[in-house]
């Protein structure tokens, strides 16, 4: 084997940009949340308040409702993109006339900016001048009022982060199942496996590691969205799309309550690192034991 | 394989692909309509296009400094955390050594932080600590292409260890022992083989770089100003010019359709490297 030492200084540039640009700032917050700061007032000094954030945020109820909007976001959301992002990779493996046009169709939501992919959506959901609720009205009857209605909200969402993120999973899935032997597939098929078995047995043990990783992109970035939420709803109507990152800013910002969000953006933080670490352990775990 | 009807194929990619492309086709027609009739009934097809807001955007030298800078960041970004993630997802992958799973855990970690808060740390360490005489981070290009490493780099690692992962340690081996040194065994056989998941990184992560928005509005003040933050200077407290805003939303678009359809034949070819490795 190799030496040691070249491992190290291939990784240092990265924990070196990390350290500066993600750690520190992180100790940073750290110390702020045990203070009550606000930063933009005429007086902007620290008072030290000891654990009271900390105990405050166990009994908000504004923060476990927020915490729970985000959860059946993540869920609805990121289930739903891994479901059809499979079955358009899968689909995209085939040879069909047209397929790279389709495909670089299919990945265009990507190159937009969030903030963008927001004012779109608001601009065709909003009621008066959105032309999906014009429609549906006008088709089928239906009022859609995403002011106004939290499910309509909330369901609006849903469908723009599956519009704007899919194609990430499609393209992860993508590279991930180009890059697997074919053995085991034909061999398989010799063996008269069916597609369900060939999916269980032998591809989905072969993606799990890209999987694992488009899991964790997207559960994480679903956790911190703001840009795209803030533009389309502002967290309203009332706080059903009031998700943790926008719950964040909406505590930092309008209400300029600094070390109150920087405790929030810590425990959440705390949480995201535990549900992935979990995750990680037990969906990666098993596949090296298989492997030793 | 059961044979498909090539006709329906094509019918379910159209129905895909008009879903995907409303959105922006209709960001097109926004930008095309003069403000007083965005409010009236929505109309599909634009009878007359109106091009006030283009010429406008065009004319606009602020907005084309604001492009270039949005270049060079991204680019730049982009290229620092491929090359950087491959670096690190090559030692990740061929070195033993302690604690690496951990390493990569935590790489990722950087990612999970809901940005509005970190925020001013980052201002306040880079207008103060990180500082050379009168040399600041804050408002520099530089500044932001390692701002923007804290979430593009951890992703480039995510994305880049499978890849490198499936390439045969044999190779690696094999060319030791025919005495290569340990730099061109990474340049010359493991990074060409990699090529289909570098572009992959590399697209995304300066996708991602083009498209932030909230840090680069904090953290630049005029001299590397983006364009998505050019955006936020339409929304103002008399109403929001969605008709600039979405002519602009067309501009942020071009150059991201440029680099996708050149990095795009380096997917295909890699797709042909995958089907005959195996």
């Not at chain 1, 491992?7 to 045990?34: H, R």
């Not at chain 2, 670096?87 to 999970?112: D, H, P, V």
């Amino acid at each position: 084997m190799q030496s040691n030492k070249l491992g190290w200084i291939l990784l240092a540039p990265t924990l070196v940009i990390l350290f500066f640009f993600g750690v520190l700032p992180f100790l940073y917050v750290v110390f702020v949340s045990f203070h009550q700061w606000n930063p933009f007032a005429a007086s902007p000094e620290m008072i030290f308040n000891g654990a009271e954030n900390f105990r405050r945020i166990v009994f908000d109820e504004a923060f476990l409702n927020s915490l729970g909007v985000t959860v059946m976001f993540v869920v609805f959301a990121v289930l739903s993109e891994l479901v059809i992002g499979y079955l358009l990779a899968q689909a995209f493996m085939k040879e069909f006339p047209g397929k790279s046009i389709f495909r670089t169709i299919h990945t265009l939501p990507l190159i937009m900016a969030p903030i963008i992919v927001g004012s779109v959506w608001k601009l065709m959901t909003t009621p008066s001048i959105g032309i999906i609720p014009h429609y549906l009205d006008e088709w089928f009857g239906i009022s859609m009022n995403i002011g106004t209605s939290a499910p309509a909200a909330f369901m609006t969402i849903v469908i723009m982060d599956i519009w704007h993120w899919t194609p990430l999973v499609t393209l992860t899935l993508i590279a991930a199942l180009v890059s697997l032997p074919r053995d085991p597939f034909e061999q398989a098929q010799i063996d008269g496996a069916n597609k369900g078995q060939i999916f269980w047995h032998i591809t989905l043990p072969m993606i799990t590691p890209a999987l694992v990783a488009t899991i964790f992109i997207r559960l994480m970035d679903a956790l911190r969205t703001v840009d795209e939420v803030w533009m389309l709803t502002g967290g309203g109507p009332g706080s059903s799309t009031r998700f943790l990152g926008v719950h964040i800013f909406k505590e930092v910002f309008p209400k300029t309550n600094y070390g109150y969000g920087s405790t929030i953006s810590v425990i959440v933080l705390y949480l995201t690192i535990v549900v992935c670490w979990l995750l990680y352990v037990s969906m990666l775990a098993p596949r090296k034991n298989r492997k030793g | 394989m059961k044979k498909r009807n090539p006709l329906l194929t094509t019918l379910f990619w159209v129905l895909i692909s008009l879903m995907t492309l409303f959105p922006i086709y209709w960001l097109f027609v926004i930008s095309v309509k003069p403000a007083v009739q965005l409010f009236s009934t929505p109309d599909l097809i634009v009878n007359n296009p109106y091009w006030g807001n283009y010429t406008e955007v065009l004319g606009n030298r602020l907005l084309r400094s604001y492009m270039i800078n949005s270049l060079v960041i991204s680019t730049g970004n982009a290229v620092l955390c491929t090359v950087l993630g491959f670096f690190t997802c090559y030692a990740l992958s061929r070195f033993q050594f302690r604690g690496k799973e951990s390493i990569f855990f935590w790489t990722i970690t950087n990612r999970m932080a809901p940005p509005a808060v970190f925020l001013l740390p980052l201002f306040l360490l880079m207008t103060q600590v990180y500082r050379i005489g009168d040399f600041t981070l804050l408002d520099t290009r530089i500044g932001m292409i390692l701002v923007y490493c804290t979430f593009n780099l951890p992703f480039a690692i995510w994305t880049l260890r499978p890849t490198i992962d499936a390439i045969p340690r044999e190779l690696d081996e094999a060319a030791y022992v025919d005495g290569a040194s340990p730099w061109k065994v990474i340049t010359e056989i493991v990074f060409p083989l990699c090529r289909p998941g570098l572009a992959v990184t590399l697209i995304l992560t300066w996708v991602f770089a083009w498209n932030e928005y909230l840090l680069a509005a904090t953290l630049t003040n005029f001299e590397a100003r983006t364009l998505t933050t050019g955006l936020s200077e339409y929304v103002t407290t008399t109403g929001t010019e969605w008709g600039i805003m979405a002519t602009i939303s067309v501009f942020t678009l071009i150059p991201a359709l440029i680099v996708f359809g050149l990095v795009q034949k380096h997917i295909v070819a890699g797709l042909t490297f995958g089907a005959v490795k195996g």
